[in-house]
């Protein structure tokens, strides 16, 4: 839905779905947290009918410093001398996510870290070994869901009008400056600051974004990203019911205009539209 799906590709084709049929759908989870040195989880995938979301790339990391956190379900995680990969990423196809940012020429030990990539832009590379780290690359609004019913739903992160969906995280930083670097808007939150400092916060729920970076070093580790949501958008004359074990957001359907939309927060399971 809306004019590009995320890392720049083209927008999935609207479907012709046939009544009385079963259709299954699945919400991905975020990538699990990890502990120090190991690098970050990747998302799971999100599905309905023949589109599949690629969940997002877990983070690089480069022991013994510069540690960052596994990704959203839909974007990337915190990267670091490599850069985390975006959701598809150049290692996967569909494109339908950015990189992370990378180390830039002249910072040598890693002591802070890149940012995750997001399904709107890369993330933020690293220039400066003790700061600034790369900030969380922005997610995409696809205008799927409106903004107010997007936050009685509790999904995507609204800002303003629109609603965003899978942010990068941002990167961590050990010192200087007293803090890590933002996550991407679309539920990226920010990075650790310290060594080994505070986890960061998980990717915020149902919106595909990624955790921040962690710190590189001791007991340091990542909290996980944010799970992922299905929102389908269809026709005001149809009912859609749902099976299975999925869980439907408070709210929904939601009628827009004419057309109904269905949010669907977690699990798997089937639905029909009659």
Request: hydrophobic content about 25%.
């Amino acid at each position: 839905y809306g004019s590009a799906s995320g890392g720049g590709g083209s927008a999935e084709a609207s479907l012709s779905l046939a009544v009385a049929t079963n259709y299954t759908v699945t919400v991905g989870a975020g990538g699990a947290g990890v502990s120090h040195p190991n690098p970050g989880n990747d998302g799971s995938n999100s599905a309905f009918a023949s589109i599949t979301s690629t969940g997002g790339g877990g983070s690089g990391s480069y022991p013994p410093e510069g540690r960052s956190g596994g990704s959203g379900g839909g974007c990337g995680g915190s990267g670091t001398a490599a850069g985390g990969t975006g959701a598809g990423g150049a290692a996967v196809s569909p494109v339908q996510g950015f990189a992370g940012g990378s180390k830039t020429s002249g910072a040598g030990t890693t002591w802070s870290t890149a940012g995750g990539g997001g399904a709107g832009a890369a993330g933020g590379s690293l220039t400066n070994d003790n700061g600034p780290a790369g900030p969380g690359g922005i997610g995409i609004s696809p205008g799927i869901l409106n903004s107010t019913n997007a936050a009685t739903a509790s999904v995507g992160e609204v800002s303003g009008s629109n609603v965003y969906y899978s942010g990068g995280g941002g990167g961590s930083q050990e010192t200087g400056g007293g803090s890590g670097a933002a996550g991407g808007l679309g539920g990226g939150t920010q990075g650790a600051y310290g060594c080994p400092g505070s986890p960061p916060a998980a990717g915020v729920a149902n919106t595909g974004g990624g955790n921040g970076g962690a710190g590189g070093c001791g007991s340091a580790y990542s909290t996980g990203g944010g799970s992922g949501v299905v929102i389908l958008r269809y026709s005001s004359t149809k009912t859609l019911t749902p099976a299975g074990g999925l869980s439907e957001s408070t709210g929904s359907p939601f009628t827009e205009g004419s057309e109904k939309v269905s949010v669907f927060k977690s699990g798997t399971g089937t639905i029909q539209f009659n």
